[in-house]
């Protein structure tokens, strides 16, 4: 995904074809030596992927019982055993998270805490694209990179528990910073 947005996101043609055969090519790579099972032709047996499948359900049913407040920052590790489906039950339940940033914000933090973390993700991705607008190429380099990085947050955040991690919120802050240094340029440029 961070590959693909940045392929898009470059202004010369050329950079942008290879932005893309690169793409290509590594997904043409990665079809090649495929290992996983080699196919999904039958995903019931895929225990990672039911563990996930699992995962997400259990912050699910974490969710519908405290749906305002959630069941408490990073405690969907306590509370997965009690949650987890009862066919997923394989001796690992006792070890397991919410493998969906999401998910696990809503399940730990109900509605009153994902609402301000979609604000949080959905304002810095706004101002990293305004920032993209200003009159400084360096900043717009850096906006560009530190949008991409959120972006990978989000995609990879769909499939693990990346809510308390440091780096979304080092993002952020990192965009937020750039947004200080353009309002501070356009201040310094007033008479």
């Known amino acids: 995904a961070i590959v693909a947005l940045l392929g898009w996101k470059q202004r010369s043609a050329v950079l942008k074809t290879l932005m893309i055969a690169g793409l290509v090519a590594g997904i043409v790579a990665v079809s090649v030596f495929w290992a996983r099972k080699d196919t999904f032709n039958d995903i019931s047996q895929d225990t990672t992927f039911n563990q996930r499948i699992a995962t997400m359900k259990a912050g699910i049913a ?38 969906n940033a999401f998910i696990q914000i809503l399940s730990e933090t109900g509605v009153m805490g994902f609402i301000p973390f979609m604000v949080l993700l959905g304002g810095a991705l706004l101002h990293a ?54 309002d501070n340029a356009t201040e310094a440029r007033r008479p």
Request: net charge neutral.
């Open 62 to 99: 974490m969710f519908n019982d405290h749906p305002l407040l959630g069941i408490g920052p990073g405690c969907s590790i306590v509370g997965y055993p009690l949650y987890v489906p009862r066919e997923a039950h394989c001796g690992c339940q006792d070890q397991l998270v919410v493998h």
């Open 129 to 182: 694209r305004k920032l993209q607008r200003t009159d400084s190429s360096e900043l717009k380099t850096y906006a560009t990179g530190l949008e991409v990085a959120l972006w990978g947050f989000v995609v990879c955040g769909l499939s693990g528990g990346f809510s308390w991690s440091w780096f979304p919120y080092i993002i952020v802050g990192l965009i937020v910073a750039g947004k200080h240094i353009a």
